[in-house]
T-cell receptor, first 114, second 111 residues
Framework: DSGVTQTPKHLITATGQRVTLRCSPR?????VYWYQQSLDQGLQFLIH???????AKGNILERFSAQQFPDLHSELNLSSLELGDSALYFC????FGRGTGELFFGEGSRLTVL | GDSVTQMEGPVTLSEEAFLTINCTYT??????LFWYVQYPGEGLQLLLK?????DKGSNKGFEATYRKETTSFHLEKGSVQVSDSAVYFC??????????FGPGTSLSVIP
């Protein structure tokens, strides 16, 4: 158990819909990262938040957005969903500014868009 | 930009065989290097790491040495087990902002 909790574990929805994925980081970790894992794209970095502020953006579509709340949990919002958004979305947390750069991953949220 | 390249899979080995998974990287500065492993149905977990040139990371019988001159961080294990079947990701951390992963190499070990 990594200590990172992601909900929901599975989600099935239709094209055009909007979903929210939630992540609770390990106790004491201030950084939250979101990654998308798909068969053809591998593990793609989406976005990184540190203590409520956006730190880095990767290949995140404009239809996607994220935020980190004062209690440090994070949400990834996916809107106007397309078939190609079907993937496994991982959240990871880490100690930022000190430590080794190790990421602790949740078990992922599997999104299926029909 | 920073990137990681690793050997294409899938790799299939017999139990007790020797494993090598090649990884090379491109980065400015002096990145930290990692191997992560993903078992079926699970998230990624750190297998081993090295933070500077010539460091050797090791864990669970796996080893990798940070070679700056060849920009490589190859993963090795002397005798694989069925329980080692998983997807292995090479990764680099060049800044505090993000970790960049390679495409992953799927390993299947057969009895």
């Amino acid at each position: 158990d990594s200590g990172v909790t992601q909900t929901p574990k599975h989600l099935i929805t239709a094209t055009g819909q909007r979903v929210t994925l939630r992540c609770s980081p390990r106790s004491g970790d201030l950084s939250v990262y979101w990654y998308q894992q798909s068969l053809d794209q591998g593990l793609q970095f989406l976005i990184h938040y540190y203590n409520g502020e956006e730190r880095a953006k990767g290949n995140i579509l404009e239809r996607f957005s994220a935020q980190q709340f004062p209690d440090l949990h994070s949400e990834l919002n996916l809107s106007s969903l397309e078939l190609g958004d079907s993937a496994l979305y991982f959240c990871a947390s880490s100690v930022f500014g000190r430590g080794t750069g190790e990421l602790f991953f949740g078990e992922g949220s599997r999104l299926t868009v029909l | 930009g920073d990137s990681v390249t690793q050997m294409e899979g899938p790799v299939t080995l017999s139990e007790e065989a020797f494993l090598t998974i090649n990884c090379t990287y491109t980065a400015t500065g002096y990145p930290s290097l990692f191997w992560y492993v993903q078992y079926p149905g699970e998230g990624l977990q750190l297998l081993l790491k090295a933070t500077k040139a010539d460091d050797k990371g090791s864990n669970k019988g796996f080893e990798a040495t940070y070679r700056k001159e060849t920009t490589s961080f190859h993963l090795e294990k002397g005798s694989v087990q069925v329980s080692d079947s998983a997807v292995y990701f090479c990764a680099l951390w060049a800044s505090y902002d993000k970790v960049i992963f390679g495409p992953g190499t799927s390993l299947s070990v057969i009895p």
